[in-house]
């Protein structure tokens, strides 16, 4: 069952955030999403967090949109998130472009979009956001907070940064931290971006935009959201339909020289160009910049001794959902966030981690179109955090820090 | 052993060479290096065949130079390609811009660079101006072609074009055909290229060259060419040192949102920017155009039936090694050909064909490092070769076409 039509609303927190970077931003405003009701106890909330150029709408439709929300197959009545039984809140990430303060958004101060004078972010201050979001709504406590890829890492920084008011955790596809290749693809994206001649230190509103940058970024992401296995099922080596016989025998076009004039020769080629070019009209440079950067410093065992020392504070129940052929974020990132929870929680009776590698050949991708297996695992983990108390029990640490009911 | 002090030679094929696409390029300049003496047999010769970015420089030291050749360390007197008993021959690649004929030299019809009217070339071309080079030298029988990634296409496509001419095949971290990641890596590295705003369809020369376009897609080429294990081993986070404190606790630069100027954060993204540079100088963004096109087009099969049928003719020795680590070509491209070689070999006794997967963390670029574990095995595949008459024997196929000692 649909949720039908839904609407974005915004927050202005007008004294703005401190950001860890000790810069302010002010005012700070936050476009989100509820699907369903907060119950009496207040105590149903679930937060999902969206990935790099997701938004706040997650489910349902707007009245002007002709697809509904990214997870959409997720949340609703009767879906693995049931608004019939939760209260799902999504909201857009700081930085972004999609009506949360980011790059592109007007800086008080000059009346000007920010751009090049936007500062560094970071995941913890993307969680600081939501949290504060969450205060003004009047939700102390998160029965979960879900999300994948950028997501899960905001799923994940929840845990390590308010571990008292998050019971669930779901991160999917994602890891603790970048590792030198996932830098590295970033890196290139970016400058792909600052190399364009429009890209002027991201002055660019107002001006032409760093289209061509920008679509080249995204071509290079599209390979590492797919796997090899999927790229070869889906397009193999299929050459793109051409009218007139440039085609012909022996299969090399005659022009292949002009490469900036020539048509695609490869089916796969047509479709990176497409995402190129797709992405260029609904996302903004900067924000893209903005955000890989926030990825490629999200470390949560810096500054914390190891990362089983940054989960020691948390309570909270964590499945770990990763896929077999993902290979931008493989499933031993994983793996090592579950062993962290289990070193963290050693002596403590119970574990509270459930970790999956689920089969798929979708690559980074399934985590959006995996729905089938994800969801029913997804479900009885909310079940369980809803209606068992917080593992944990008689431990030195875990004792004395409990909230549980 | 060194080779010590080597010369490049060229040789002009003046009639030009009848391309695969039909069209005709004359004339054609060859640069090429031999190493050691032909035998008055005329039977020693092992031609070696470079890969993208390298040139027919493959070993000892030209008189300027601070760096041998790019297989120094396989090449040379007692090395594995001994050149006390072989004549080892390498010659730089048709479209490539280390002195054959390529989108950089003059046009005669112009008197310009061929800049955007370079024909489309194949590996086929490729070895058949090598062909054409050896027809010269007055090499009739091949003892061996050797090369890896593009390199080994080539010795591939030997075994294919020249099948009574190629006594062995040495095909190293290559594949018959490059599947669609491989197509995808290709396109974004091109289209990086092609965004330029220097790029003018390939007519830069004698103005500004799509230096940044090419130092991207240079980036992007390196992070192929190692392993995330590697990269992990050999930069993980490590962040670069900075003068002053722009990198305090916590650990966020103030200024990355100004990527164009910033300096880079981690030590990954310095060394990619490095080779980045680096290439520009020393490359040219048409030939890196053209070359990664006629790898795309590669597909031994095509036209042929099957991958099997187009090695039928061939009574080849072939040693096929892959890497563990190596992602971009994976070890199953050449298990693959080892399986359609095995296949077209049913029936004939012997098979001929010695396939290894070496155990090693650094990626695509192990062809270059990993001399410990190749040499000894291309050491007795070649002495296999030069001894003891090709594999084959009473089967139809193979015992009619036989043309061993």
């Known amino acids: 069952m649909s949720l039908g039509l839904v609407e974005t ?41 969206h990935a790099l150029s997701g938004g706040a709408h997650a489910a349902g439709c707007h009245p002007d949109a002709t697809k509904p ?10 879906k693995a998130f049931d608004t019939r039984r939760y209260c799902v809140i999504s909201s857009n990430v700081l930085g972004s472009c999609y009506g949360t303060t980011g790059p592109a958004s007007i800086d008080p101060r000059s009346a000007q979009p920010y751009g090049s004078r936007f500062p560094v972010i970071t995941i913890a201050d ?16 998160l029965l979960a907070v879900a999300g994948g890829s950028m997501g899960g890492m905001q799923a994940l920084q929840w845990a390590v940064s308010y571990p008292e008011r998050v019971r669930g955790v779901i991160a999917i596809a994602t890891t603790a931290r970048h590792s030198a290749q996932q830098i590295a693809f970033d890196e290139v994206a970016r400058r792909a971006i600052t190399s364009d001649p429009a890209w002027n230190s ?9 289209a061509d940058g ?41 022009h292949a020289a002009r490469a900036a004039d020539r048509p695609p020769d490869f089916e796969v080629e047509r479709y990176l160009h497409h ?46 959902l990763s896929f077999s052929s993902d290979w931008l974020y493989p499933p031993r990132q994983l793996e090592e966030v579950a062993e962290a929870i289990r070193e963290s929680r050693r002596g403590c009776g119970v574990c509270g981690v459930a970790s999956r590698e689920i089969p798929s050949t979708c690559g980074h991708d399934a985590f959006l179109l995996e729905h089938a297996q994800q969801a029913p695992l997804i479900a009885s983990f909310l079940d369980l955090c809803a209606t068992r108390s917080v593992p944990g029990g008689t431990c030195g640490v875990h004792g004395r820090t409990s909230r549980s009911a």
Chains 1, 2 share one sequence.
């Open 9 to 49: 609303s915004t927050l202005t927190i007008e004294d703005g955030i401190r950001l860890q970077s000790r810069a302010t931003l002010r005012p700070v405003t936050v476009a989100y999403e509820i699907y369903g009701e907060l119950n009496a106890q207040r105590d149903n909330a679930i937060l999902v967090c």
């Open 69 to 78: 929300g990214w997870w959409d197959v997720m949340i609703g009545p009767g």
């Open 126 to 141: 993307i969680v600081n956001v939501q949290r504060v979001l969450l205060d003004r709504l009047g939700i102390d406590s």
């Open 202 to 210: 991201g002055d660019y509103y107002g001006s032409r935009r760093p």
């Open 214 to 254: 920008l679509a080249v970024a995204r071509m290079l992401g599209h390979i590492t959201y797919l796997s090899d296995q999927g790229m070869a099922d889906k397009f193999g080596r299929r050459r793109c339909a051409l009218a007139g016989d440039a085609r012909d025998a022996p299969r090399v076009s005659t």
């Open 275 to 320: 995402q190129g070019q797709s992405f260029v009209r609904r996302f903004d440079a900067n924000s893209l910049i903005c955000l890989t950067k926030a990825m490629d410093y999200f470390d949560l065992a810096e500054g914390r001794g190891s990362l089983a020392d940054a989960f020691t504070p948390s309570r909270a129940r964590f499945l770990l």
